[in-house]
């Protein structure tokens, strides 16, 4: 075994999984430096300027290989990354350095959190419920050489990049990974219907997270679906879509973006509207020509034909699925392989329906008219129903309730179905509106509940100051008449303005929260508005009432204003996309009730006492316990009250009008279980973008 040889086979002994494949070129670059048949000058650039190599280099950390009586030593700690060869009592011949940039704790907390949610929610559900299944068919890749069509200037250091000790994409590959780093980043995936581009771009993803986990220099990779793209410049939409999908606040991602820490994963060029699809071409192209960043991006070959007549992606690379093998396949299929038919089954795609159809029914000639594309779909969901499952929701209410989900994300031009942002618009037009009009009925009932619940006492303290002495000694009862009156006529007014101001322009969002955070810049925005509110309060309270009396009052009450505007000065935080579905509106009446509670039994707690010590003992537990409940209420609807309210009647009405099931979870899990859907983190996803788009089509 010669030098190299045996180089290549302690690298790859100790390269993760990931990067194994950078062995051999990382082997024959060392090699050829030992041997002097390269210089270290040479050697360090072909290192520093790829990314698989400098990958492989970051994931030896601390690892030490000898050969040719020479001592390779891999840096660790402070000097991952480093590269020093030598004997072994010095000499080096070659010292390689490659920055690690030192990052805050909120950076580094920020990263691992994206990396965990992009995690969650592609590799560990998504990816591990597809493994579950059964050992997934392995697909061929071969590149396309003339897809690739780099401006000149840009494909002349690309060129210089991409040499002979690089990792070659030679005959066919099984992943995308090595591909990936030989391109630089930069790569074109062209595939059939079905013939498994999606789920090449999630195990790109799974590596591409290994080695961002290993390594903080590594951008942040994330898979995101081109089919919402609205016109926008792509960082912003990115930003965008990592706030929906990953709850990455926009300042962060468009750091990332600018800081070229991101790698965007772009699935289904095809998918973006007909009309839209040129422009969005251009926009990747805008975008790859002011960022060295890693860029993936997806498209069937036949889309992809029409529209590269106007221009191309300038990526560096492109690659074609191939169809399946068919021994690949009779080997996969074992039995059920039936002579002609097996033939038919050129994807990922139509192997898992026949496999479904042998299921019901013996392979035959009539299993492939089947197969025919307008046959796909029905039969393959006939036979998803012949399995006796529970809960029993028959075929027909299912497909009735998949049509209104998929035209809803067809709508939103989104793939992956949260239960918490489904949206008063994916109703029909009537039923939207009366929606509308309950929603400002309901809200002008509450605030006349609340504000009513606020403003009763303190017309009552102000007309108690005003005639002080002349209407005798307080009593609860005037307190809580007052209370009720203001309830009253606030409620009228509140739910006669909304339910009219209903129903007109576009529909509210439910917004959801995960978490209060009242941040400095918040409370400088609210502390002018404070103060006047304390000094108006204050200030009247002490001309009615007098030096003692008055300014106490005044000093409490117009404090309590003054607070409560700067509580309501805090921001909402979006909750993250756990492995539970609907947790977003469960944890925002969550967050609700807990700033209810606590600054409603806090409010009560001060003002009881504040009315016992200056107007009457025996009335301060009334006046503080209206007070404290109207202000913790108040602040409990606006931290997440609503969302809850508004996500429950909107529930209420789409079971009522049987567009959905009462439980939305069961029957998601269910479509599971039959195969129509699939689990990404606490979100579904159809099991094939055609899937999605027949159920769209059937209830149009």
């Known amino acids: 075994m010669s030098s190299g040889e045996t180089l290549e086979a302690s690298l790859r002994q100790a390269l993760p999984g990931d990067v194994q494949h950078m062995a051999a070129p990382l082997a024959e670059l060392l090699d050829a430096l030992l041997a002097n048949r390269e210089t270290r000058e040479t050697v360090r650039a072909e290192i520093t300027q790829s990314t698989g190599l400098v990958a492989a280099t970051r994931a030896l950390a601390g690892i030490k290989v000898e050969c040719q009586s020479q001592v390779i030593s891999f840096g660790s700690e402070n000097q991952i990354g480093d590269v020093t060869i030598g004997t072994a009592v010095g000499g080096n011949l070659i010292s390689i350095h490659l920055p690690t940039p030192e990052l805050s704790l909120t950076e580094q907390r920020d990263r691992g959190a994206a990396l965990a949610r992009i995690h969650m929610t592609w590799v560990k559900t998504w990816l591990s419920n597809l493994r579950a299944n059964g050992p997934r068919l392995s697909v061929r890749l071969t590149e396309v050489p003339e897809l690739a069509t780099l401006p000149m200037a840009e494909q002349v250091v690309e060129l210089a990049r991409i040499t002979a000790t690089q990792a070659r994409v030679r005959g066919t590959l099984a992943q995308l990974l090595p591909a990936y780093d030989h391109y630089s980043s930069s790569l074109l995936v062209l595939g059939e219907t079905g013939s498994g581009k999606t789920t090449l771009l999630v195990e790109l993803l799974e590596g591409l997270i290994g080695r961002a986990q290993r390594d903080r220099t590594v951008p942040i990779p994330a898979l995101l679906q081109l089919s919402s793209w609205a016109g926008q410049p792509l960082e912003k939409w990115a930003a965008d879509e990592l706030a929906r999908n990953y709850q990455v606040p926009s300042s962060v991602s468009m750091r990332w973006i600018g800081e070229r820490g991101l790698t965007l994963i772009l699935d289904g060029l095809d998918e973006v509207p007909t009309e839209r699809r040129r422009a969005c071409l251009d926009a990747l192209n805008d975008y790859l020509g002011r960022t060295t960043a890693g860029l993936v991006v997806s498209c069937r070959r036949a889309p992809y034909d029409d529209l590269s007549k106007g221009g191309s992606l300038a990526c560096a690379g492109a690659v074609m699925v191939l169809k399946l093998d068919e021994a690949a396949v009779v080997s996969a299929l074992g039995p059920l392989a039936y002579g002609v038919v097996t033939t038919l089954l050129e994807t990922p795609l139509l192997v898992m329906v026949y496999k479904r159809l042998v299921e019901v029914e013996e392979p035959s000639l009539q299993v492939a008219d089947s197969l025919a594309p307008t046959r796909l779909w029905p039969a393959y969901i006939e036979a998803c129903f012949e399995r006796r499952l529970r809960p029993p929701y028959g075929l027909p209410e299912t497909e009735r309730w998949l049509g209104w989900l998929a035209r809803g994300l067809a ?39 609340t504000i009513g619940s606020i403003v009763g006492p303190i017309l009552w303290l102000l007309a108690y100051l005003a005639a002080l002495g002349s209407l005798g000694q307080p009593t609860a009862y005037s307190l809580v008449a007052t209370t009720i009156a203001a309830i009253a006529a606030l409620g009228t007014l509140y739910s006669a303005v909304a339910y009219r101001a209903a129903g007109k322009g576009r529909h509210e969002r439910i917004t959801l929260v995960d978490r209060v955070r009242w941040t400095v810049r918040a409370q400088r925005q609210a502390i002018p508005s404070a103060i006047v509110a304390t ?118 009405m789409l079971v009522r009008a049987n567009l959905a099931p009462s439980n939305l979870a069961a029957f998601l899990e269910h479509c599971e279980n039959r195969g129509l859907m699939r689990r990404a983190g606490g979100a579904y996803t159809f099991i094939h973008s055609s899937l999605q788009e027949y159920f769209v089509s059937r209830g149009r």
């Open 411 to 449: 709508q939103e031009r989104q793939s992956l179905l949260l239960i918490e942002q489904i949206q008063p618009e994916w109703m029909l037009d009537d039923l939207a509106w009366q929606y509308d009009r309950r929603v400002g009925l309901g809200r002008g009932l509450l605030l006349g509940l």
């Open 535 to 652: 000094l108006l309060g204050g200030g009247a309270f002490w001309l009615l009432g007098g030096p003692f009396i008055g300014l106490a009052a005044g000093v409490g009450v117009g404090g309590a204003l003054g607070l409560l505007i700067l509580l309501r000065g805090g921001e909402m935080v979006p909750p993250v996309n756990s492995f539970v579905p609907n947790q977003g509106v469960r944890r925002s009446g969550h967050v609700a009730l807990s700033v209810s509670l606590a600054v409603g039994v806090t409010c009560a707690m001060f003002f009881s006492v504040f009315a016992g010590i200056f107007i009457a003992p025996a009335i301060g537990w009334v006046f503080g316990g209206l007070l404290g409940a109207g202000i913790g209420v108040v602040l409990g609807l606006f931290y997440g009250g609503e969302t809850a309210l508004k996500h429950g009647l909107l529930r209420i």
